[in-house]
Each structure stands twice: as structure tokens, then as C-alpha cells.
């Protein structure tokens, strides 16, 4: 079973930065995706952001582009979230994700899921 560790959330203030790691267990090959979702209190799932391993791929959610950036440590087998200018609407529960591809957008459903790191933003 792979599985996957979420670490970085906490607490910071608007306008602040986070950074989410996500470790995974195993090697899904080169053909893999990687993803973020966030579900706020009272809230539905939101895809947040996707990566492609084999093309290098990105999709990123409206409300997050230009401020959140997905990246990849293919060597530590480990995927990262890079999120700025965090706002309040940003306070969510984030999960990393990962699966076969070729399909990454967070429309398809994904295979491996985190636990999640609770991420708090205050005004």
C-alpha cells in the first residue's frame, strides 16, 4: 500500500507563507501524477493544484494561480506546495494525492491519499 505524509501546515497571518511537503512510500513510475486538494469546515473537496511527472504538466486552481506554486523532489520521492499571499479563504484541511496517469486534473479521481496538515490563515 503506498503511502502518503502530509507536513507543513499551520497557523500564519494574511499575507504570510507556507510550504506543504507530501512524502510517498513507494515509486509509481514515470507515468505518476501528483495533486493537492484543501476541504475548508462545511466545505466540498477543491483541487487546489496537479502536476504531471511525464510531461511536467500543471493545473492550478483560479482562485490560487500565481500565488501557489506544485513542484517536485523526484529524488526523495516527495512533492511540495509552495503557497503565498495567503488570505483567510486559503483556511482549509490540505491533502496530497498521487496515481497512475496520464489524466492529473483534479477531476479524475486519485488513487493515494495523506491524512492532511490543517493550514489556518488570519486576518
Known amino acids: 500500500q503506498v503511502r502518503l505524509v502530509e507536513s507543513g501546515g499551520g497557523s500564519v497571518q494574511a499575507g504570510g507563507s507556507l510550504t506543504l511537503s507530501c512524502a510517498v512510500s513507494a515509486y509509481l513510475g514515470d507515468n505518476r501524477c501528483m495533486a493537492w486538494y484543501r476541504q475548508a469546515p462545511g466545505k466540498g473537496r477543491e483541487g487546489v493544484a496537479t502536476?504531471?511527472?511525464?510531461?511536467?504538466?500543471?493545473y492550478y486552481f483560479n482562485a490560487v494561480e500565481g500565488r501557489f506554486t506544485i513542484s517536485q523532489d523526484n529524488a526523495k520521492n516527495t512533492f511540495y506546495l509552495r503557497m503565498n499571499s495567503l488570505n483567510p479563504d486559503d483556511t482549509a484541511m490540505y491533502y496530497c494525492?498521487?496515481?497512475?496517469?496520464?489524466?492529473?486534473?483534479?477531476?479524475?479521481?486519485?488513487?493515494?491519499w495523506g491524512q492532511g496538515t490543517q493550514v489556518t490563515v488570519s486576518s
Open positions: 494525492a498521487t496515481k497512475i496517469g496520464p489524466n492529473c486534473h483534479w477531476v479524475y479521481e486519485y488513487t493515494y
Open positions: 502536476l504531471s511527472s511525464a510531461t511536467g504538466q500543471t
